[in-house]
């Protein structure tokens, strides 16, 4: 695609549901990650992946949260037991490669709201 | 750890004039990387431009340049001849070169740019 898509756009829930968000990025970036952004918090980043691996999950802001990325491409975060403070824009972003200077580009986000 | 400040929350502009954007950051690396992001109410953050450290040469793409002060850790972005299109939010954001990208980009709050027409 010519863009990172993400999806759903938006996603209302209630609380204690589990939600997949879904990122797909530029085709051929190895890189991936993930942020959250919030009006408390600004924006956070969370998880980083160089192929399929994340060698750092610290970012996660509990462990209700993980995360996955198969076959090198399409990325999912996973929320278990949603709470009302996971209500944030969560956005994808891809590089060509891993290294400070790489552009990241963005998807649109998905906004999630828990009732 | 480091941090960046957006010390403007809202800023506002009369189209064709110019405004600068301030960004200072705390960081005890001695290299890394600055950047400036454009969020629009699409939600998509799009790169505006970009500054590596060790480079004395203030980036410049367009109507958008910095001035980076190393020394006192000072990012200012300005944006010459504005125009209606550059309303969004802009975010500051660093990124160590050490840590092989592990750390993702450390954001400031952002700043509210509004275009007077």
């Known amino acids: 695609g010519a863009g990172v898509s993400q999806s759903p756009s938006n996603k209302v829930t209630e609380k204690g549901k589990d939600v997949e968000l879904r990122c797909d990025p530029i085709?051929?970036?190895?890189?991936l990650y993930w942020y959250r952004q919030s009006l408390g918090q600004g924006l956070e980043f969370l998880i980083y992946f160089q192929g399929n691996s994340a060698p750092d999950k610290s970012g996660l802001p509990s462990d209700r949260f993980s995360a996955e990325r198969t076959g090198g491409s399409v990325s999912t975060l996973t929320i278990q037991r949603t709470q009302q403070e996971d209500s944030a824009v969560y956005l994808c972003?891809?590089?060509?490669?891993?290294?400070?200077?790489?552009?990241?580009?963005f998807g649109p986000g998905t906004r999630l709201l828990v009732l | 750890a480091q941090t960046v400040t957006q010390s403007q929350p809202e800023m506002s502009v009369q189209e064709a004039e110019t405004v600068t954007l301030s960004c200072t950051y705390d960081?005890?690396?001695?290299?890394?990387?600055l950047f400036w992001y454009k969020q629009p109410p699409s939600r998509q953050m799009i790169l505006v431009i970009r500054q590596e450290a060790y480079k004395q040469q203030n980036a410049t793409e367009n109507r958008f340049s910095v001035n980076f002060q190393k020394a006192a850790k000072s990012f200012s972005l300005k944006i010459s001849d504005s125009q209606l299109g550059d309303a969004a939010m802009y975010f500051c954001?660093?990124?160590?070169?050490?840590?092989?990208?592990?750390?993702?980009?450390?954001f400031g709050k952002g700043t509210h740019l509004i275009i007077q027409p």
């Open positions: 972003a891809s590089s060509l490669a891993q290294g400070g200077i790489e552009t990241q580009y």
């Open positions: 960081t005890s690396e001695s290299d890394y990387y």
């Open positions: 085709s051929g970036h190895t890189a």
């Open positions: 954001a660093y990124r160590r070169t050490s840590g092989g990208g592990a750390d993702g980009l450390t």
